[in-house]
């Protein structure tokens, strides 16, 4: 490894208390809102706001970390004004006061893991493959709270989340802290400039992909656990379910240096949209059994940990030198942020409507179509 053992743990540390932060938030901000009395569709344009804030804001501080060469900076005062701005939450529950406090905190928030993402691949170096040993402590912060707090909130109601998700918040900029800019802060020149790269066809299909891919989970990141309520599982089953996904999704950083030499980084991805649709085809026709349920959680291996492993890996190489943040950026905002608010709106708008099975026949078709697209258009290794 090109980096130390030290600088192993606090790179780590950080992915563990963000994403132990959205294992709070993705599962159980949705259950939180139908306690304080909101209908699905609004449900679903509250959520939608955490992911369109992603739209901006990553691109935003990306431009500005590529010019300026401190991310750490960045992140440490995203992560900071983050904090302040959720304590807003105990201030109001209005439709109108959670909109703006959601849109505050997220438009911080979504702009420190792009940058962190960049910062762990420049520590890399050469060794980027092992990002994902690195990256897998956030599946194990997300386990850890997605798992803990089913079992907390059947016995002591769903209130309590605001106060988690503080000290979780807390949590993230007390880990940023610990974590050093990368020893060359004033990144290369491009070989290429952006909007050149952005202007190749098969840059523009990769991102179309990871738009559509990310379209596809909207449904479930915003209405899973509402979905598995309305089958009669507990808190604490669906907290385990949510978490089954996970332990795959670890199992897959675990071996993901392995596979991206051995199989290339587009059969991978043309895998992970296959199983991916098959995902959705399971949750939406056999919810109400459990072992095809517990079959569907695993395959977030390939839904969520494959396609993302690969995407990064991808996007890390088209976009390079002062266009990695702004790359990594852009990764976010059209996949995580664009197409998780689609996924999130026209999952509530289609579950008012046409049922809450649906949405999921929605996503799978979102899935598929981003296969048809990445076996003509993604040429790239």
């Known amino acids: 490894m090109s980096y130390s053992r030290s600088l192993y743990w606090r790179l ?7 994403f132990a932060t959205l294992g709070a938030l993705v599962p159980y901000w949705s259950l939180y809102l139908k306690d304080l009395g909101f209908n699905v569709a609004e449900i679903g344009e509250l959520v939608a706001i955490l992911m369109a804030t992603k739209l901006v804001a990553p691109n935003v501080w990306g431009w500005i970390a590529d010019h300026t060469g401190r991310r750490m900076a960045i992140i440490r005062l995203a992560s900071l004004l983050s904090l302040i701005l959720f304590a807003g939450v105990f201030m109001g529950s209005s439709y109108l006061w959670l909109a703006m406090v959601m849109s505050g905190f997220s438009f911080f928030w979504n702009a420190a893991l792009p940058q962190f993402e960049a910062v762990t691949l ?9 990002y994902s040993s690195i990256r897998l402590w956030g599946s194990i912060g997300f386990i850890l709270t997605v798992a803990g707090l089913g079992l907390v909130f059947d016995r002591a109601g769903v209130a309590l989340l605001p106060s988690i998700l503080l000290a979780l ?11 050093p ?9 491009p070989q290429t400039p952006l909007r050149q790269v952005l202007g190749r066809p098969d840059v523009l299909a990769l991102l179309v992909v990871c738009f559509l891919m990310q379209l596809s989970h909207g449904p479930y990141y915003t209405f899973f656990t509402l979905y598995l309520e309305d089958y009669g ?8 379910l949510w978490a089954l996904g996970v332990v795959a999704e670890i199992g897959v950083f675990v071996v993901m240096h392995r596979w991206l030499p051995r199989y290339g980084a587009r059969s991978l991805l043309l895998a992970s949209l296959v199983l991916t649709t098959l995902r959705w085809l399971l949750i939406a026709g056999f919810a109400d059994t459990l072992a095809v349920l517990l079959f569907a959680q695993v395959l977030h ?20 030198g002062r266009n990695q943040g702004r790359g ?11 197409g998780g608010a689609v996924g999130s709106l026209a999952a509530g708008y289609i579950w008012t409507g046409m049922g809450a099975q649906w ?5 799978a078709c979102a899935s598929a179509l981003a296969w048809v697209i990445a076996v003509r258009r993604v040429r790239v290794e």
């Open 169 to 179: 918040f807390a949590a993230i900029w007390l880990s940023s802290l610990t974590v």
């Open 233 to 240: 599982y507990s808190r604490s089953s669906i907290g385990l």
């Open 122 to 130: 420049s520590h890399l170096g050469a060794a980027t493959h092992r």
């Open 12 to 18: 780590s540390g950080f992915y563990l208390c963000y």
């Open 181 to 189: 800019e990368h020893a060359s802060p004033a990144s290369p020149p």
């Open 328 to 338: 990594q950026a852009l990764y976010s905002s059209l996949s995580f942020g664009a």
């Open 359 to 363: 949405t999921y026949v929605f996503a």
């Open 301 to 320: 291996a390939a839904s969520f940990g494959v396609f993302h492993a690969v995407a990064i890996h991808l996007v890390h190489q088209l976009f390079v």
